[in-house]
DNA sequence: CGTAAGGTTGATCAACGTCAAGCGCCGTGG
DNA sequence: CCACGGCGCTTGACGTTGATCAACCTTACG
């Protein structure tokens, strides 16, 4: 943790930046300064040895953005961003015609974020709960870690961890029941942010239930339903909105149609 | 290109390995010589500066592989492994139970594939025509690539370039109509591997209908009736099995429901 | 405590999967 | 070169899953 701040305390003066509401959560304190996300970017990202002229390079190419829940934080430039999430969580969105709406990604605090800004579809980064995102216009940011082979190394293991959890995706969106996407949406979640508890495990999902079915190919009364059954089958129980309690792990698994390695 | 060989011409004498039949197609006539295919990898990913050094390192990393269509390729190592299509194409198989199976991607000559050992599906890499690989163990690769910043950086931009394409695959199986889903595969096929022809579009895939639908989350029936429909429609002609010409790429894709940037 | 957004539950419908039969392409052998 | 046979593709009839439409209920927040 490189908290001694370099030059962070001088740019602080210049960028201090209140979050309109980021701050009161009591569930995903907001940061208050830039130079503290910065630097919760910098400990997960950037290599330990990293020399001070390329740390000062990513500090100015960095851009601090806070955003309420709901709202889309990112500007459009126009260009691929790359997001460090420092605190929060957010979707990717998808959109296509109709207005219909896939849901691309989950992202927590820590996670990296690759937002294209030109494909076949339209991408958005939400907010799902108040966040503060450290944003790098992606060719400038390659263009920066190209002296850095421990950075480029930690960013390509990262992009290759998103490439496997998009390709699970795939095998959901493609081959699954709406109970085996449920089942295996809750144990994904377990695994990213889950809180064990006698047993099993707790959750508190920060996204609607429409996001989990726009994150599942579904719709909302479909996922209702499901949740429904699951409880039926005494798996988990739920309480309030958020509020996931999982008894039993190995059969919620056992229900998500994975088929541990090995044909 | 690197042709003139280095230590390539000591290694052929040891290492000449002749494919079970992927010789004599003459649609992607294999390469002979394992330095033929090191050659085509070196040229297509190692940055043009690499040392002698770094360069011997991965020629002495490389498994060289070959497989008729229909079989897998890659010996289970148990361990991730990159591999390069020197020739050929190949299709990621994802397995889930009841033998269902997701295709998670399609890989023609000149891609690069990370494939996984251990996920929550097994994952397996196929031949769809007579192939030349170039196989490496990742973790070896990646710590022979810390060194050579250029290379990290052409496997990190081909990584994010799969991961959009896994995202765009993540659309087209969770939000899209059958009909949809093959304009998309057929758009997306015509960008890859299409050949121009008198303002339309030929193809000829490597991939059957099976294939297909596995690849669409689909079934071969559904992904018959569309082409019919298509074809009705004027869109398309079929020609054998695998030929499709492609008359009208823009009407095809405003039937594959995207929404081209902006929201 | 009131209200609006989000979530649950029920009834109906359509898209796609399933099952089944027939056709045509293409490699093989005569 | 043509006849044969098998596999892969196409086409049709029917069933099932999940979407759609609608009403009601709950939760969280002002």
């Not at 960028?15 to 959560?25: E, G, T, V």
């Not at 910065?38 to 040895?49: K, N, Q």
């Not at 980064?125 to 870690?145: E, H, S």
């Not at 190919?217 to 309030?240: A, C, K, N, P, Y």
Request: net charge positive; proline share 4%; hydrophobic share 45%.
């Amino acid at each position: 943790m490189r908290s001694d701040g370099r030059l962070t305390q001088i740019k602080d003066v210049v960028l201090r930046w209140s979050y309109p509401q980021a701050m009161s959560s009591d569930h995903n304190p907001g940061l208050s300064t830039t130079s503290e996300q910065f630097d919760r970017f910098a400990s997960a990202i950037l290599p330990c040895g990293i020399s001070d002229r390329a740390f000062a390079r990513f500090r100015s190419l960095a851009r601090f953005d806070g955003a309420a829940t709901g709202k889309a934080p990112l500007a459009k430039t126009g260009e691929d961003q790359i997001v460090f999430v420092a605190s929060g969580a957010t979707k990717l969105v998808a959109h296509a015609t109709h207005g219909r709406e896939q849901i691309v990604a989950f992202h927590f605090a820590g996670d990296l974020v690759s937002v294209p800004a030109r494909a076949a579809h339209a991408y958005t980064l939400v907010a799902l709960q108040p966040c503060a995102l450290v944003t790098f216009p992606a060719a400038a940011f390659m263009l920066a870690a190209r002296a850095e082979a421990g950075l480029l190394n930690e960013v390509l293991q990262r992009a290759l961890r998103a490439l496997d959890r998009s390709r699970e995706k795939s095998i959901i969106l493609g081959r699954k029941s709406a109970q085996e996407r449920v089942a295996s949406f809750l144990t994904i979640m377990a695994e990213r942010i889950g809180a064990p508890q006698d047993g099993g495990c707790v959750l508190d999902l920060p996204m609607s239930r429409r996001d989990i079915a726009d994150s599942l190919g579904l719709t909302i009364e479909t996922v209702s339903r499901q949740f429904g059954e699951l409880r039926d089958l005494g798996l988990l129980d739920t309480s309030g909105r958020s509020i996931v309690k999982l008894h039993d792990l190995a059969g919620l698994d056992a229900r998500a149609g994975h088929l541990p390695v090995a044909a």
